[in-house]
């Protein structure tokens, strides 16, 4: 059909990306389908059955190949990036994450901006929750525009906030950004890695179920997403039904699989208190309105549909006494050398107690469940400040308001005029340490960015803080001054394999 849409996807063979092919394919009357993928016997199995179907061309190549990346994007409508380097490789790889993730969204910029239109080619980036960090009780209510503050150790989340900032600075006409929330799919019961205690139980997240994420990929697709649409930042979650504590997913989680409780297999000091990332969107049903991607299924039945696809040797959990589970399991994990937090504390790995915890004494002061005990923040929704009148109009937003907003960050913005309500024409800025730069009013207001320069190469927060009101709304609720919050670069020498 003449009038088919051509679009471009990448990472289509992993979680969300594998979702999204599969929502775009049952709709192959409308769409052409281009996928990249890594020349893999696992990916050339994976896509066998689509090898012969005209809708569906496989590009053969790698992200990090500018080459291969053109290929893809030629003669495509729509851009839907959304492949990379995440966890738990991310943890384990982070000089492969961070080349990998902040390449491929080069790529995707150049090989977009050297089509015939460029203008008419929608790129959609898929960012993540990672970027803006941990967001514990009181500030766990967060939307789009609050401060970036990237976990310390979180290489991934730094190579998606550049990522984000080469695509926002593109001077495209159409693109957008979509941060995406933890993916809830039945895979996930099989993930077994240390990270898992690197949550804090009473943290929160607002998940999005792998179905929705896919059925959002193929709506952004769709001709009836206005023109106002593009050019934004948006949370992607499942809503106020799938925005739960930790510990409460915890729970959702063991029981699918027979366990119970996770006060029968876990310690509560095996888990962080803090530098994790997550929050309850105040924004997200702002994405829902444009792209109607939510099922609005009943979190406790999507939990009760994932039991049912756990593999039978997970149910043998059940006459498994849970004290084996916690003691030749879970603890073992714990343990486990370099991202197991027992083996942190037994160690004294300053650094790693510093980030997740404070200091050893926080750790102590966590005893059993007995003493710390899990809860529910309160559903009231509260809002950070972003440093200018929100309440104006985007169309009335002049240079006054950008002078508010640097001055709120510590900074000065130096362009002495700006075209009203041009959120698109970069200006020039200067933070608190001095770092001149140009970046849109759009990346600073409504994406949360600031200086380049210190996006953390190394971590300094706390010095931060002290120069930056904007930034310390989110730093002084769960950090003492009187911390050692400073990681240098090189604590992550020798980290790749």
């Known amino acids: 059909m003449a009038d088919k849409k051509n679009v471009f996807l990448t990472g289509a063979s992993g979680n969300m990306g594998w979702q999204g092919f599969k929502e775009l394919y049952a709709r192959k009357d409308k769409f052409n389908i281009t996928v990249l993928l890594r020349n893999s016997q696992k990916n050339k199995e994976k896509f066998l059955p689509y090898m012969t179907d005209p809708s569906v061309r496989i590009v053969w190549g790698d992200l990090t190949k500018y080459e291969d990346v053109l290929e893809g994007v030629n003669g495509a409508d729509y851009v839907l990036h959304v492949g990379g380097m995440v966890s738990p490789a991310a943890d384990y790889y982070p000089k492969r994450t961070m080349k990998t993730n902040t390449t491929a969204a080069k790529n995707i910029v150049e090989a977009v901006k050297a089509q015939p239109d460029p203008d008419e080619v929608r790129l959609v980036y898929i960012g993540t929750v990672a970027q803006t960090g941990d967001r514990n009780d009181p500030i766990h209510w967060g939307r789009t525009g609050d401060p970036i503050k990237i976990s310390v150790y979180d290489h991934y989340a730094i190579s998606k906030t550049i990522a984000e900032r080469y695509v926002a600075e593109s001077g495209l006409k159409h693109w957008v950004s979509l941060r995406q929330s933890g993916i809830l799919y039945p895979a996930i019961l099989k993930n077994y890695d240390p990270i898992m205690f690197h949550v804090p139980i009473n943290g929160v997240l607002e998940w999005a179920t792998i179905e929705d994420s896919g059925r959002l990929l193929a709506n952004v697709c769709g001709d009836d997403v206005p023109e106002e649409f593009w050019r934004r930042f948006y949370n992607i979650g499942s809503g106020k039904e799938y925005r739960i504590t930790n510990y409460e997913f915890e729970e959702y989680l063991l029981k699918a699989i027979g366990l119970g409780s996770p006060k029968k297999i876990f310690d509560a000091n095996w888990f962080t208190l803090k530098n994790f990332h997550g929050q309850w969107y105040i924004d997200s049903d702002v994405l829902e309105d444009y792209l109607h991607f939510r ?64 200091t050893k004494k926080d750790w102590e002061k966590i005893g059993s469940w007995d003493e710390y005990k899990p809860y529910h923040p309160t559903d009231k929704i509260t809002y950070l400040d972003h440093g200018y009148d929100e309440t104006k109009p985007t169309s009335e937003l002049d240079i006054e308001d950008m002078r508010r907003a640097a001055k709120f960050r510590g900074g000065e913005c130096l362009s002495e005029t700006m075209n009203k309500g041009d959120l698109f024409t970069p200006l020039m800025w200067r933070c608190a340490h001095g770092h001149e730069f140009e970046m849109t009013p759009n990346l600073v207001l409504k994406g949360g960015h600031w200086c380049p320069k210190e996006l953390p190469y190394p971590w300094n927060y706390d010095v931060e803080a002290k120069v930056n009101p904007f930034f310390a709304q989110v730093w002084y609720t769960n950090h003492r001054e009187d911390e050692n919050n400073y990681y240098d670069e090189s604590i992550f020498d020798g980290m790749e394999k």
């Open 295 to 358: 099922a609005n299924i009943p979190i406790k039945d999507y939990f009760d549909m994932m039991s049912k696809t756990v593999p039978k040797y997970y149910k043998l959990a059940k006459v498994v006494p849970p004290v084996l589970i916690k003691k030749l399991g879970m603890k073992r994990l714990a343990e486990k050398e370099k991202y197991g937090t027992l083996n942190w504390i037994k160690t004294n790995n300053n650094d790693r107690i510093s980030a997740y915890y404070g």
